[in-house]
Nanobody
Framework: VQLQAFGGGLVQAGGSLTLSCAAS????????MAWFRQAPGKERDFVAG????????DYSDSVKGRFTISRDSAKNTVYLQMNNLQPEDTADYYC?????????????????WGQGTLVTVSS
């Protein structure tokens, strides 16, 4: 399965963006999906994850209450709604897929990756 992430951009602090991750070459319906982000010089960190059914979600403490992950099986797409963005949210954002079922927080647990989409938040 190939993943393509898009929707990044430049936004002022307090603003919102929605990232999308579209799949081709297969269906995402049986995959756990996650978003990670990586700032320059830092590791790739878990942001949010959603189970294959959509019933379970998990978030990093830094985005809990501000970001929402969701999935649309009909569109084979996963979304990350980001509200109240802050300069520390600036990073490349990556979507990832894992067929194993659990929402893993380590980037090493994911088999498929989309290219990054850059989110820049100005103060």
């Amino acid at each position: 399965v190939q993943l393509q992430a898009f929707g990044g951009g430049l936004v002022q602090a307090g603003g919102s963006l929605t990232l999308s991750c579209a799949a081709s070459g297969g269906t995402l319906s049986s995959y756990t999906m996650a978003w990670f982000r990586q700032a320059p010089g830092k590791e790739r960190d878990f942001v949010a994850g959603i189970s294959w059914s959509g019933r379970n979600t998990d978030y990093s403490d830094s985005v809990k209450g501000r970001f929402t992950i969701s999935r649309d099986s009909a569109k084979n797409t996963v979304y990350l709604q980001m509200n109240n963005l802050q300069p520390e949210d600036t990073a490349d954002y990556y979507c990832a897929a894992n067929p194993a079922g659990l929402i893993w927080k380590s980037f090493r647990s994911y088999d498929y990756w989309g290219q990054g989409t850059l989110v820049t938040v100005s103060s």
